[in-house]
């Protein structure tokens, strides 16, 4: 071997492989574990949805049945609840996308000395359990609350506003545990897109709406979709705010699944709707997507 082999080393093509063979060790484990305790209690539940119920006993017996998923969709209370999730859902994306950009925006973009204590005012309700702050806005929303006595103490009501057990209160409690995760996830994005950019746009004569729809806005696009795919998947599944914000009477898919598994006892029912939950809330991400990345492309 001569002076110059041995010091080059080996040639690139080893090393790569060498590099190759250390990455994937590394990520074995981790993908090991993420794989056994994510899809196997998918496929068990899967297993279970599949299975049939006996009301009298409250048994579930082994079957090869589709009848939960038929019961699903054929029966108008439950895909009311469907629809009424889905729609929730969109308009908390919506409403926490046209709250949340200009403040991240503003975030990104402030040289001020304060900028990572409005960083922690943003992270900060997430140190709050989704209970504990639907509780407060309980304590807001009550015909107690803060809303009707301070609209009462002024005289613009005579007798309290139902808000509380509404599907209003139920779509503010939920767009205040998203926005902070759709401001996370557009303010890294904004921060990495050159200012200069936005500048020779204006520069060029462009007015700030042309600038936005034309510059920022698909520059901005990775944050965009990571911030509506994080938004509209907290807000398919929330439990514990339409559960305390909507009263008994307000249905969305999640609290349907914890009923069914614990006061109905009806596993395979449960097993079943869990998985419309799922599959129509990866249809509608992915439709999203692909809506929002050809209307930036074009």
Not at 8 to 31: D, I, K, N, S
Not at 113 to 136: C, D, E, Q, T
Not at 226 to 240: K, P, Q, R, S, V
Request: charged fraction near 10%; glycine fraction near 6%.
């Amino acid at each position: 071997m001569t002076d110059t082999a041995i010091a080059h080393g080996p040639p690139v093509a080893v090393r790569r492989r060498g590099y190759g063979w250390t990455a994937t060790a590394l990520l074995t484990p981790a993908t090991i574990f993420v794989a056994i305790s994510l899809f196997a209690p998918l496929a068990i539940l899967f297993r279970y949805s599949l299975n049939e119920f006996v009301p009298a006993k409250k048994l579930m017996v082994e079957a090869l049945t589709i009848a939960n998923y038929v019961k699903f969709f054929t029966d108008p209370y439950y895909t009311s609840i469907l629809l009424t999730t889905v729609k929730i859902a969109v308009l908390v994306t919506l409403v926490c996308l046209v709250l949340g950009f200009p403040l991240a925006y503003v975030v990104a973009r402030t040289q001020s000395r304060w900028k990572h204590l409005l960083i922690i005012l943003i992270v900060l309700p997430l140190f709050v359990g989704n209970s504990v702050r639907a509780a407060g806005w309980m304590v807001v929303f009550g015909n107690k609350g803060f809303v009707n006595a301070t609209l009462m103490g002024i005289g613009l009501i005579d007798k309290p506003l139902e808000i509380m057990f509404t599907e209003n209160a139920v779509i503010i409690g939920i767009i205040a545990v998203n926005l902070p995760f759709m401001v996370l996830s557009l303010q890294s994005v904004i921060e990495g897109i050159d200012r200069a950019v936005e500048e020779a746009a204006f520069s060029l004569g462009a007015p700030p709406a042309i600038m936005f729809r034309r510059v920022l806005w698909p520059l901005a696009m990775p944050g965009i979709l990571a911030g509506t795919i994080l938004t509209f998947i907290l807000a398919m599944n929330a439990y514990a705010t339409p559960f305390l914000l909507g009263g008994p009477l307000f249905k969305m898919m999640a609290p349907l699944v914890y009923n069914q598994f614990t006061q109905q006892t009806n596993w395979p029912f449960g097993g079943a709707i869990a998985f419309v939950l799922m599959a129509v809330t990866l249809a509608l991400t992915l439709a999203a997507n692909l809506i929002l990345q050809r209307r930036s492309r074009a």
